[in-house]
Nanobody
Framework: QVQLVESGGGLVQPGGSLRLSCAAS????????VSWYRQAPGKERELVAA????????IYPDSVKGRFTISRDNAKNTVLLQMNSLKPDDTAVYYC??????????????WGQGTQVTVSS
């Protein structure tokens, strides 16, 4: 059974940091690209970070570049999203997703259930 389980969300003040974790199981993790997406209320889901199967390539939109860092550990079937200098606009549900491809920027094969991130004073 394929599972992607996110953790690490919560409430943080503007300028603060959070680290999200995605634990994968039920598939050959090293053969899958992984990405983080987010969806804020009333907005479409958007890509916030993508990492290739081996971890050598990453993609970030301008909105998070320089603040967010995605990494993966194929030995532990885990992907991390380090988020620094958080802004209220970063408030959203964050989803981990995976696809059997080189790097994931299109429709994933699998989604996690999401974790809420709220940036507020």
């Amino acid at each position: 059974q394929v599972q992607l389980v996110e953790s690490g969300g919560g409430l943080v003040q503007p300028g603060g940091s959070l680290r999200l974790s995605c634990a994968a199981s039920g598939f050959t993790f090293s053969s899958y690209a992984v990405s983080w997406y987010r969806q804020a209320p009333g907005k479409e889901r958007e890509l916030v970070a993508a990492i290739s199967r081996a971890g050598g390539n990453t993609i970030y939109p301008d909105s998070v570049k320089g603040r967010f860092t995605i990494s993966r550990d194929n030995a532990k079937n885990t992907v991390l999203l380090q988020m620094n200098s958080l802004k209220p606009d970063d408030t959203a549900v964050y989803y981990c997703a995976a696809k059997r491809t080189v790097i994931l920027t299109t429709t994933p094969d699998y989604w996690g259930q999401g974790t809420q991130v709220t940036v507020s004073s």
